[in-house]
């Protein structure tokens, strides 16, 4: 009888750095000799437990996957008894936008919003302040940036959430305008969404919930937006086509989490009126964070 035919049990918690929370989900893979995945596997439950409880004796790669964290990978010796192997994964190290002052404000919804844009060196004074425009996102990427108003431009679609540079990605209709080949819709969801840009304890806004704070104002156009508490200026958008800002002073287009079809949903208003609106997640708008 070889040693690999005594098989022992593998399990162990999995937690999250970050949080200093169970890790839910995660995929652990006993690996074989060629380096590919086996059957022997086994998924965290929502305490972080795992177990996988048939595991060959003697050196095996153990690889823990899971999509917001980093890949963990150790070697170990399977002996003669069961082992543990507890587990603490770090996040996903995308960047946030940490240099923004975060000063407080609440709204008439009761809800407790950053009181500029992500990028602006103060609160608006007026709704064409220069200083309060801040910086214009492309839809669920990080602050790598690509949100600066005068960030470069590239026509290479990223076929992952970190493009790995800070370049505006210019797309078109081919693509559903988007600079990320395939679409993910999983993007910029809650404060620990992925590519989350904005300061800890801070997300994006859905849908509802700028639509809420629209019913709110005095006037449904860029007079409303400003005189409301946010104080939200016309600082423009940025094309999707060719990088260009357009209609700075004029229009304001304030981003959400939420995603309609191929394209995002975003808070539209200019002279006229104010509505929610759908756009390219490719063309760059600004960015007010909501307080979770």
């Not at 990028?119 to 425009?133: F, I, L």
Request: some cysteine; hydrophobic content about 30%.
């Amino acid at each position: 009888m070889t040693s690999a035919e005594f098989t022992h049990q593998l399990s162990g918690t999995i937690i999250s750095s970050e949080f200093d929370e169970p890790v839910d989900r995660a995929s652990v893979v006993i690996m074989n000799p060629d380096g590919t995945d086996s059957d022997l596997r086994s998924s965290s439950s929502s305490t972080g437990f795992y177990q996988v409880p048939t595991v060959p004796q003697g050196t095996r790669r153990v690889v823990v996957r899971h999509e917001l964290y980093k890949y963990y990978e150790i070697e170990i010796f399977m002996s003669n008894s069961d082992y543990r192997l507890d587990v603490t994964l770090t996040g996903l190290a995308w960047s946030r936008d940490n240099s923004t002052a975060v000063v407080e404000v609440t709204s008439p919804t009761g809800r407790i919003w950053m009181d500029r844009n992500l990028g602006a060196s103060r609160a608006a004074t007026s709704m064409d302040d220069e200083e309060a425009y801040g910086d214009l996102y492309q839809w669920g990427r990080e602050a790598d940036g690509h949100q600066r108003r005068n960030s470069p431009t590239t026509t290479t679609l990223s076929s992952s959430d970190q493009p790995g540079h800070g370049s505006f990605i210019l797309s078109n209709l081919g693509a559903n305008w988007d600079w990320r080949s395939p679409q993910n819709d999983n993007l910029w969801q809650g404060v620990n969404g992925i590519n989350n840009p904005c300061p800890s304890g801070y997300r994006l806004p859905t849908e509802a919930e700028w639509e809420a704070e629209l019913q709110s104002w005095s006037s449904n156009n860029r007079v409303g937006a400003f005189e409301s508490p946010l104080k939200l200026p016309v600082a423009g958008v940025r094309s999707s086509s060719n990088g260009s800002l357009s209609f700075v002073g004029l229009i304001g287009s304030y981003s959400s989490g939420t995603v309609s079809g191929s394209l995002a949903r975003d808070l539209y208003f200019g002279s006229v009126d104010a509505s929610m609106d759908s756009s390219s997640r490719a063309g760059g708008g600004s960015v007010r964070c909501l307080k979770e």
